[in-house]
C-alpha cells in the first residue's frame, strides 16, 4: 500500500453533517485536550500547562524506539464524538498528513489515556484519532525542521482545526510550548521497513479491512467490565457527547468531559440503550435549551453536541 500524505489546512475545516450518530467505540478514553494560549500571556485552555516542577533533563528525556506492539482492538473500532464520525486504522498503516499540532500537560498528568495505560506529561507519546494504539510516529516542526518520535497511545485531540496532541515533553522539544501550537507533519513509523517517500495526491486514508460507519449502530461484542455507573434514561431531551461500545471507555469519557466542562457535570449521566454507552447531559426542559447548551460545548470544544428526544 502506497503511502498517504493528507494536508489539513490549520484553518477550521466544515464538516459534513453528522448524520452518522451512535457508532460503536471501544477507543476514545479522552476528551478533548488542547492547552493552548487563553489569549492572554500565562493563559491555558483550562488552566491546564506546564507542571511546577518539571524535570530538570526535560531536554534530553529520550525518544521511544519504535517497535511491533499489539494494537488495542477496542481502540480500533469506528467510534463518534460530538457528532464526528471516526474510523481509526485496525493495522499499522503508511500514513502522512500535516495540521496543526496542540499539547496537554498537567490536567491529564496521571490519567488514564483510551488505551488504558497512565499519561505522563513528561514522556514522548501523543494523541491521535485514527492511529492504531499504541503506534509511533515522527512528528515534524514545519517551521523550523525539528522533529521528534513519539509513541501514540490515546484518542484524540476532537477539536475540528487539531491533527494531533502532543505531551508537554514532546510539544518542548518541537519549540511549541510557548504558542500552545504549531504547523506539523505526522508521519506513520513501520518498525522494520524504511518510510516509502511520500505521494503528493491529497487523498484521505482508506484503512484496510475496516468497516465504513453506518447510519444506524449495532449491537458489539462485549467489552470489559467497568465501574462505569450506567442509568436508565428516563425521557426528556438531552445532548449527546459521545457513543461507545466498551463500558469502560465511556466512564473515562465521561470523567475527562466532567473535567472540561465542569458548568455540566452534574447532569452527565452514562446510558445504555441499543448495544451502546452514550454519555448523555440532561434532561433539558425544552429543546431552545439543550440548543443553546449544544452551542456553548461547541465554542468551549469546537464541536456541537448532537441534541436528542427521548
Not at 497512565?118 to 523550523?144: E, F, G, K, Q, W
Given at each position: 500500500m502506497g503511502n498517504i500524505y493528507l494536508v489539513l489546512s490549520p484553518a477550521p475545516r466544515v464538516l459534513a453533517a453528522a448524520t452518522l450518530v451512535a457508532?460503536?467505540?471501544?477507543?476514545?478514553?479522552?476528551?478533548p485536550t488542547r492547552p493552548a494560549s487563553a489569549g492572554k500571556p500565562g493563559g491555558y485552555y483550562l488552566d491546564d500547562g506546564p507542571g511546577a516542577n518539571p524535570p530538570v533533563n526535560l531536554g534530553s528525556i529520550p525518544e521511544p524506539t519504535p517497535q511491533i506492539e499489539p494494537i488495542n482492538k477496542f481502540t480500533s473500532r469506528p467510534y463518534a464524538v460530538l457528532g464526528h464520525a471516526y474510523t481509526p486504522y485496525t493495522r499499522l498503516t503508511p500514513y502522512k498528513a500535516r495540521g496543526v499540532a496542540s499539547w496537554y500537560g498537567k490536567r491529564y498528568h496521571g490519567q488514564k489515556t483510551s488505551s488504558g495505560e497512565i499519561y505522563d506529561m513528561y514522556a514522548m507519546s501523543?494523541?491521535?484519532?485514527?492511529?492504531?494504539?499504541?503506534?509511533?510516529?515522527?512528528?515534524?516542526?514545519?517551521?523550523?525542521?525539528?522533529?521528534?518520535?513519539?509513541?501514540?497511545?490515546?484518542?484524540?485531540?476532537?477539536?475540528?482545526?487539531?491533527?494531533?496532541?502532543?505531551?508537554?515533553?514532546?510539544?518542548?522539544?518541537?519549540?511549541?510550548?510557548?504558542?500552545?501550537?504549531?504547523?506539523?507533519?505526522v508521519e506513520a513509523i513501520i518498525p522494520g521497513e524504511d518510510a516509502p517517500a511520500p505521494v503528493t495526491a491529497n487523498a484521505a486514508p482508506e484503512p484496510a479491512s475496516v468497516p465504513?460507519?453506518?447510519?444506524?449502530?449495532?449491537?458489539?461484542?462485549?467489552?470489559?467490565?467497568?465501574?462505569?455507573?450506567?442509568?436508565?434514561?428516563?425521557?426528556?431531551?438531552?445532548?449527546?457527547?459521545?457513543?461507545?461500545?466498551?463500558?469502560?471507555?465511556?466512564?473515562?469519557?465521561?470523567?475527562?468531559?466532567?473535567?472540561?466542562?465542569?458548568?455540566?457535570?452534574?447532569?452527565?449521566?452514562?446510558?445504555?440503550?441499543?448495544?451502546?454507552?452514550?454519555?448523555?447531559?440532561?434532561?433539558?426542559?425544552?429543546?431552545?435549551?439543550?440548543?443553546?447548551?449544544?452551542?456553548?460545548?461547541?465554542?468551549?470544544?469546537?464541536?456541537?453536541a448532537l441534541v436528542l428526544d427521548r
Amino acid at each position: 500500500m502506497g503511502n498517504i500524505y493528507l494536508v489539513l489546512s490549520p484553518a477550521p475545516r466544515v464538516l459534513a453533517a453528522a448524520t452518522l450518530v451512535a457508532i460503536a467505540l471501544a477507543g476514545c478514553g479522552s476528551a478533548p485536550t488542547r492547552p493552548a494560549s487563553a489569549g492572554k500571556p500565562g493563559g491555558y485552555y483550562l488552566d491546564d500547562g506546564p507542571g511546577a516542577n518539571p524535570p530538570v533533563n526535560l531536554g534530553s528525556i529520550p525518544e521511544p524506539t519504535p517497535q511491533i506492539e499489539p494494537i488495542n482492538k477496542f481502540t480500533s473500532r469506528p467510534y463518534a464524538v460530538l457528532g464526528h464520525a471516526y474510523t481509526p486504522y485496525t493495522r499499522l498503516t503508511p500514513y502522512k498528513a500535516r495540521g496543526v499540532a496542540s499539547w496537554y500537560g498537567k490536567r491529564y498528568h496521571g490519567q488514564k489515556t483510551s488505551s488504558g495505560e497512565i499519561y505522563d506529561m513528561y514522556a514522548m507519546s501523543a494523541a491521535h484519532t485514527l492511529l492504531p494504539l499504541p503506534s509511533y510516529a515522527r512528528v515534524t516542526n514545519v517551521t523550523t525542521g525539528k522533529s521528534v518520535i513519539v509513541r501514540v497511545n490515546d484518542r484524540g485531540p476532537f477539536h475540528e482545526d487539531r491533527l494531533i496532541d502532543l505531551s508537554y515533553a514532546a510539544a518542548q522539544r518541537l519549540g511549541l510550548l510557548g504558542r500552545g501550537s504549531g504547523l506539523v507533519d505526522v508521519e506513520a513509523i513501520i518498525p522494520g521497513e524504511d518510510a516509502p517517500a511520500p505521494v503528493t495526491a491529497n487523498a484521505a486514508p482508506e484503512p484496510a479491512s475496516v468497516p465504513a460507519p453506518v447510519a444506524v449502530a449495532a449491537p458489539v461484542a462485549a467489552a470489559p467490565a467497568t465501574t462505569a455507573a450506567v442509568s436508565a434514561e428516563p425521557g426528556g431531551i438531552f445532548i449527546q457527547l459521545g457513543a461507545f461500545s466498551a463500558p469502560g471507555n465511556a466512564d473515562a469519557f465521561l470523567h475527562k468531559m466532567r473535567m472540561d466542562l465542569g458548568w455540566l457535570a452534574d447532569s452527565m449521566n452514562v446510558y445504555k440503550k441499543g448495544g451502546l454507552y452514550r454519555v448523555h447531559a440532561g434532561p433539558y426542559p425544552s429543546r431552545e435549551e439543550a440548543n443553546r447548551a449544544a452551542q456553548r460545548v461547541q465554542k468551549e470544544l469546537g464541536f456541537k453536541a448532537l441534541v436528542l428526544d427521548r
